[in-house]
T-cell receptor, first 113, second 109 residues
Framework: IAGITQAPTSQILAAGRRMTLRCTQD?????MYWYRQDLGLGLRLIHYSNTAGTTGKGEVPDGYSVSRANTDDFPLTLASAVPSQTSVYFC????????????FGQGTRLTVV | GQNIDQPTEMTATEGAIVQINCTYQ??????LFWYQQHAGEAPTFLSYNVLDGLEEKGRFSSFLSRSKGYSYLLLKELQMKDSASYLC??????????WGAGTKLIIKP
């Protein structure tokens, strides 16, 4: 693994189903983030984690949950998917909390039908 | 509230210069980032400004005026591969990035 990796790359999901998007980084970054990107809108922060064991809510957290059991992994779970959660999801990490560059995964394109 | 304003789309010619403007309003300020995003790909870091003035990095330069809530990204000697979206993202007092919708730059031969 080099950098930050997301899985799956794309997924079609039936409404009401549970889904976990995976994110793993090998840069030993403390801070990790989940964003969604929708056409015509900027990236919107869903949840973040400043360090292993802690998480926080972003701008659009409803319907999503996260965990940060260790430094490398930051999964995002949709408990019961709805069509409005159709989006491209990006995981990102940065070396530390604060004004540092964020590195992004390649994205997960999720379609909820 | 927090707000980012940048043009939706711009067109420029290969070899030319283009300036992409961004105005912002945030709760506190801890610098401003510019990212490049090619279609279907992840954003990648271009520049970071925290003090007023111009930061130059090869063909790309970024300018910041904190008092005006204004930044621009200047791209010189445009190449076809520069066709992408350019995202302006100031960082607020909580060190959270506030993302603009991005400017889609189309380069024509």
């Amino acid at each position: 693994i080099a950098g930050i990796t997301q899985a799956p790359t794309s997924q079609i999901l039936a409404a009401g189903r549970r889904m976990t998007l995976r994110c793993t980084q090998d840069m030993r970054h403390n801070a990790m983030y989940w964003y969604r990107q929708d056409l015509g809108l900027g990236l919107r922060l869903i949840h973040y984690s400043n360090t292993a064991g802690t998480t926080g809510k972003g701008e659009v957290p409803d319907g999503y949950s996260v965990s940060r059991a260790n430094t490398d992994d930051f999964p995002l779970t949709l408990a019961s998917a709805v069509p409005s959660q159709t989006s491209v999801y990006f995981c990102a990490s940065s070396d530390k909390e604060g004004a540092t560059e964020a590195f992004f995964g390649q994205g997960t394109r999720l379609t909820v039908v | 509230g927090q707000n980012i304003d940048q043009p939706t789309e711009m067109t420029a010619t290969e070899g030319a210069i283009v300036q992409i403007n961004c105005t912002y309003q945030t709760s506190g300020f801890n610098g401003l980032f510019w990212y490049q995003q090619h279609a279907g790909e992840a954003p990648t870091f271009l520049s970071y400004n925290v003090l007023d003035g111009l930061e130059e990095k090869g063909r790309f330069s970024s300018f910041l005026s904190r008092s005006k809530g204004y930044s621009y990204l200047l791209l010189k000697e445009l190449q076809m591969k520069d066709s992408a979206s350019y995202l302006c993202a100031p960082m607020d007092s909580n060190y959270q990035l506030i993302w603009g919708a991005g400017t889609k730059l189309i380069i024509k031969p």
